[in-house]
């Protein structure tokens, strides 16, 4: 059996994305492959106790956020820009039926084009 990455994401998270944008490439590279493992932030957040506002409630965090994202989308050179809305929790449920399929990196390449 070969060895696998596990990716737990969420496809809301920018960072997410970006992580998607190096990670397939570097399993390949190394003879592993990526397990997908879609997860909601927003519920792991309240799991894990953490009640507060969202970042997009507080301005500067999400500036300061926004900028990071920037750089590291450049880095990479990979384009970036935010959802059109955050109903993401139907794409995070199709990643489980592309996993069922074995198809979840052609899966989540499509999602993120769409999203």
Do not use: C
Request: no cysteine; proline share 8%; net charge neutral.
């Amino acid at each position: 059996m070969q060895e696998s990455i596990d990716f737990y994401f969420d496809m809301m998270s920018p960072f997410s994305y970006l992580a998607h944008t190096q990670l397939p490439d570097l399993a390949r590279k190394y003879g592993l492959t990526v397990k997908y493992l879609p997860m909601s932030i927003p519920v792991a957040k309240i799991a894990a106790g953490n009640y507060g506002p969202s970042n997009r409630e507080v301005p500067a965090k999400i500036k300061v956020m926004l900028q990071d994202i920037k750089r590291w989308a450049a880095h990479y050179d990979v384009p970036f820009t935010f959802p059109k809305n955050l109903e993401i929790e139907p794409w995070n449920i199709g990643v489980l039926y592309a996993n069922d399929k074995d198809q979840a990196e052609a899966y989540v390449n499509a999602a993120y084009a769409k999203i």
